[in-house]
């Protein structure tokens, strides 16, 4: 089956500076992957819809300069939270439908950010 | 109103009981339903895939659409410890769009 690998699975950083999380489908292309952000004994929140080869659609509320999302390759998205605070610290998720297969979403197994 | 409704539990059942899932939603433009289950600090695992209205069966999981009361149910028959997590219902009103997620329903399953 489809597989996403997320990485790192676990960061903490200082408050004020940037983290990078990489998000790659293993086994097929993907020109759509959705990036999701969860609090503590809640539902996945989405935050923005990546492209390939094209600009993020972000939700509303979502700031699009602090959560930084590239869609490089077929099989990469990163999303890079800038300048970030403890109110950052969160579960982040992505997910990835395989092109051309009708076969559900994909997810990551998330990456838990804790700023201090 | 949300668009997708799941009662959050938590549930709590014996071990070989059959459990019931269910979401309701609002929006009669989805086709296309999922189920996942999420482990603590984990993320969701796909369980169900659904198109349209009907029922899929893979092996003690059973999942039911029934478009015409915007209804979806996920069964669990002969339900095991392993079994107790969180459980996500979504839906897309096209392939490839976003997911509009339930709540989630905590399970747990006694041994």
Known sequence: ?116 | QKEVEQDPGPLSVPEGAIVSLNCTYSNSAFQYFMWYRQYSRKGPELLMYTYSSGNKEDGRFTAQVDKSSKYISLFIRDSQPSDSATYLCAMSDGYGNKLVFGAGTILRVKS
């Open chain 1, 1 to 116: 089956g489809a597989v996403v690998s997320q990485h790192p699975s676990r960061v903490i950083c200082k408050s004020g500076t940037s983290v990078k999380i990489e998000c790659r489908s293993l086994d097929f292309q993907a020109t759509t992957m959705f990036w999701y952000r969860q609090f503590p004994k809640q539902s996945l929140m989405l935050m923005a819809t990546s492209n390939e080869g094209s600009k993020a659609t972000y939700e509303q509320g979502v700031e699009k300069d602090k959560f930084l999302i590239n869609h490089a390759s077929l099989t990469l998205s990163t999303l890079t939270v800038t300048s970030a605070h403890p109110e950052d610290s969160s579960f982040y998720i992505c997910s990835a439908r395989p092109a051309g297969l009708e076969d559900g979403y994909t997810f990551g197994s998330g990456t838990r950010l804790t700023v201090v």
